[in-house]
């Protein structure tokens, strides 16, 4: 059974970046053809899907989030990390990090809230 857990600052003050930290356990970021995401909900709004690293190492990013989002990795520990710079209050959310197969999300981790404020 694949968990993740997300981890990270629960404020983090405007213009400052946020960064949040996925441990996976009961299976290898590394393996073959998982890609592991972050997704975000803000509040009164959908999910929004920010941003992938892959199995073999190469990230993706939603164009809208490309400019402030960085997604990166530490095989040793099993985990990967989203850098969102630049934030404001509208980056308030609960943030998600889910294993995605062939397009479709299958394990998430249970969110955790952010909030941007002074």
């Known amino acids: 059974q694949v968990q993740l857990q997300e981890s990270g600052p629960g404020l983090v003050k405007p213009s400052q970046t946020l960064s949040l930290t996925c441990t996976v356990s009961?299976?290898?970021?590394?393996?073959?053809?998982?890609?592991w995401s972050w997704i975000r909900q803000s509040p009164g709004k959908g999910l929004e899907w920010m941003g992938a690293?892959?199995?073999?190492?190469?990230?993706y990013y939603s164009p809208s989030l490309k400019s402030r989002t960085s997604i990166s990795r530490d095989t040793s520990k099993n985990q990967f990390s989203l850098h969102l710079s630049s934030v404001t209050p509208e980056d308030t959310a609960v943030y998600y990090c889910?294993?995605?197969?062939?397009?479709?999300?299958?394990?998430w981790g249970q969110g955790t809230q952010v909030t941007v404020s002074s």
């Open positions: 889910a294993r995605e197969q062939v397009g479709y999300l299958d394990y």
């Open positions: 009961g299976g290898s970021i590394t393996t073959s053809y998982y890609y």
């Open positions: 690293i892959a199995y073999e190492g190469s990230d």
